[in-house]
């Protein structure tokens, strides 16, 4: 899957809006827009063609384009998932001292970073932390875990917590690295409803990012959730230096897989790892690359997660709103693993206001 821009943009308009709209008969490029946003609204997968024109809205000389791909990712999300949205949280249960070498993550063994370290929690505390994030209108938990995959002790507890987050009302997911399928057996039948595995990037850029373990590793990961049968969200994280031709490759290796449900997470650059230099992404080439991911990924939940603050600032403002009725249909609410999120509650004010509905079943 290729695209004509080769690089991240840095575009930051003053103002979207004041950005001068191209009628589709002025520009050559408008008219392939309009057929790639034609394709997604009938969940057709883009050809080669078609995501070029969707990247090429990111290139200089063709930002006039952006509102009408972002009205095109409205139209996609509405005509496939309605006004619904789906909220999540997550608590970081065993933080730190990981073994692999993510080059933007501050729990990374390799990294000198002031990230929190600490074992897997009790279980009766993720239990509490679930509840407590039920109260405030999140429908799904994720229990993460740094590390390639869990201790024999780490998994008994993970079994244990899984159990409380079910009874708390939640559906119970697990975000702790490689699990074998007899693992995976033991945690359904403990509760588990889904499993988060990222695939981060691109395979082409994985090499960049990761040398402790394969991308094929993450893929077989992600291929045998979906074996078994589980809620299984896989998706990445944008900024890294990847190119707009990596984001849609990434979007294309995801639809090939069959997932349906993918957080898209933007860098807070953090002292002491290697991504500590790359600078944070404008709110318009974020939106982007949310347009770019709904267009390819036409019936997907697309679930923004962290960065979310950082990329387009605090929660009920002007930056929020216009995510909000971009392309996505789902935010992570509360912490993320080692960053303090904003408060839930004006993220559940504005998405009233904007007359959205929050899910409270999910596939």
Do not use: W
């Amino acid at each position: 899957m290729s695209c004509s821009s080769d690089k991240p943009t840095r575009t930051r308009p003053a103002d979207l809006a004041a950005t001068p709209s191209v009628a589709p008969q002025a520009d050559p490029s408008a008219g392939s827009l309009d057929r790639a946003i034609a394709l997604a609204l009938e969940n057709r997968a883009l050809d080669a063609d078609a995501v070029r024109a969707v990247c090429a809205c990111a290139e200089a000389g063709q930002q006039s384009l952006l509102p009408q791909l972002l009205e095109g990712a409205r139209a996609v999300r509405r005509k496939h998932l309605g006004q619904n949205l789906s909220l999540c949280a997550i608590i970081n249960a065993k933080s730190g001292a990981c073994t692999e070498d993510c080059a933007f993550c501050a729990q990374s063994s390799r990294h000198k970073t002031d990230s929190p370290r600490h074992g897997f929690l009790d279980p009766e505390e993720i239990g509490r932390a679930a509840a407590a994030m039920k109260a405030r209108g999140a429908h799904r938990f994720g229990i993460v875990a740094s590390g390639l995959a869990p201790t024999g002790a780490e998994f008994e507890k993970l079994l244990r917590a899984v159990g409380l987050v079910r009874a708390a009302g939640l559906a119970a997911d697990v975000s702790v690295g490689v699990l074998t399928r007899e693992r995976l057996l033991r945690l359904k039948e403990a509760g588990l409803a889904g499993v988060h595995h990222n695939l981060e990037v691109a395979r082409s850029f994985f090499p960049q990012i990761c040398t402790t373990h394969s991308y094929e590793d993450d893929v077989e990961a992600v291929r045998l959730a979906l074996a078994e049968g589980l809620f299984v969200c896989s998706g990445g994280i944008f900024g890294l230096g990847e190119s707009i031709a990596q984001r849609a490759e990434l979007a294309a290796t995801l639809r090939e897989l069959g997932v349906s449900n993918v957080p898209m997470n933007f860098l807070i650059p953090i002292p002491g790892t290697r991504m500590a230099h790359r600078p944070v992404l404008s709110p318009a080439e974020a939106l982007h690359t949310v347009a770019l991911f709904r267009l390819m990924l036409p019936t997907a939940q697309l679930r923004i997660c962290g960065g979310r603050g950082t990329v387009f600032g605090p929660s009920g403002g002007a930056g929020q709103r216009a995510l909000f009725d971009s392309g996505a249909s789902g935010l992570m609410i509360g912490d993320y693993l080692t960053i303090a999120g904003a408060p839930p509650e004006a993220d559940l004010e504005l998405a009233r206001d904007m007359g959205f509905a929050l899910s409270e079943t999910e596939a």
